[in-house]
């Protein structure tokens, strides 16, 4: 008797509670079409048939409520900076040493850099990501309301991404935050700065690998890369207390020393930098973020995926 009396109190909890409404039918998801149906001329009944079928992605959210950028830099690292990683990144950089090589002719990236960051993102290609793509960005553009601006413009270019190269929406899969192929470009970044780098026709960043080493590059030149620039020095710190500077190289490199920070190898003295703490297990140590540096942490805003984008790379090299 108890237990059937359980089973009808369970019953009764879950069939009385509130079902989410489905996307198609809300109010905000209703807006957003019209939008896209007056600034880009979609058509109304396709998009809301594409809205019916979004499902709610609750890991999405809970991954990207626990990012690995919120690591101390000794747990961090050891994500990216693995045997495995480095002997992988090696037989790449063998492998499309020709591409890699045209890319650093045309955009004045290094092979080991942009191996790098094709390594830390996506194992050089052949881990792309789980997440569905288009039910990812819906779910964060209408059920995370403390980036929802960005990523209903991520949205918005997801969906023209998909009419523009000729994809199905549903067939993508990507990171939690939809960064989708092998240099996890989102949207916008797919739709900037992807290039046909092997004049085929496509910028296909999911299967094709010379395309995805010209973007690569192609993002970083077009975020500022300077050519034959050092990325970052380590540093000694001579001082009481360490002050937090933002991310953007702002301060030369001799007024920083004037701050007890001290590179360890020459550096000219007018360039600009960023000082970077990164913690270890028993103690912090220290580097000068320069302006490459910077531009790194244009793919991923941090400055522990910076760091182990350079590492990785000088330990591929």
């Known amino acids: 008797m108890r237990i059937h009396l ?14 989410q ?27 809301l048939g594409w809205f019916s079928k979004a499902t709610k992605q609750t890991r999405v959210l809970e991954a990207i409520a626990r990012p690995a950028e919120s690591l101390p830099w000794y747990k961090y690292r050891r994500i990216f900076l693995t045997d495995k990683r480095i002997r992988q990144g090696m037989a790449f950089m063998r492998k499309h040493r020709e591409i890699l090589a045209r890319a650093e002719r045309q955009y004045g990236v290094p092979p080991e850099v942009i191996t790098a960051i094709i390594g830390v993102e996506t194992f050089y290609g052949t881990y792309q990501g789980k997440y569905p793509a288009f039910d990812t960005l819906v779910t964060l553009s209408f059920d995370y309301p403390k980036r929802r601006k960005f990523f209903r413009s991520e949205l918005e270019n997801y969906l023209l991404l998909v009419r523009e190269e000729g994809f199905n929406p549903f067939a993508l899969r990507g990171s939690y935050a939809a960064a989708i192929g092998s240099p996890q470009f989102i949207s916008s970044s797919y739709r900037h700065y992807a290039v046909d780098f092997d ?5 296909d960043l999911l299967n094709n690998i010379n395309d995805t080493i010209g973007s690569v590059a192609n993002y970083l030149k077009r975020h500022g890369w300077r050519k034959g620039e050092m990325i970052t020095v380590m540093a000694n710190f001579d001082g009481k207390q360490f002050a937090e500077y933002d991310i953007k190289p702002t301060y030369s490199v001799s007024e920083l020393i004037r701050h007890n920070l001290f590179p360890i190898q020459p550096v000219k003295s007018s360039s600009l930098a960023a000082p970077v703490k990164l913690e270890l297990e028993n103690e912090y140590e220290y580097w000068l973020g320069l302006h490459n540096f910077y531009v790194i942490t244009r793919y991923n805003h941090s400055n522990l995926y910076a760091m182990a984008v350079y590492q990785l790379s000088q330990q591929i090299k």
């Open 6 to 19: 359980t089973f009808i109190l369970l019953f009764t909890l879950i069939f009385s509670y509130p079902l």
């Open 199 to 203: 004049g085929d026709g496509k910028r």
């Open 21 to 47: 409404a489905s996307y198609e039918s809300r109010e905000d998801v209703k807006q957003f079409i019209d939008t896209m149906y007056s600034e880009h001329d979609f058509d109304k009944s396709q998009l």
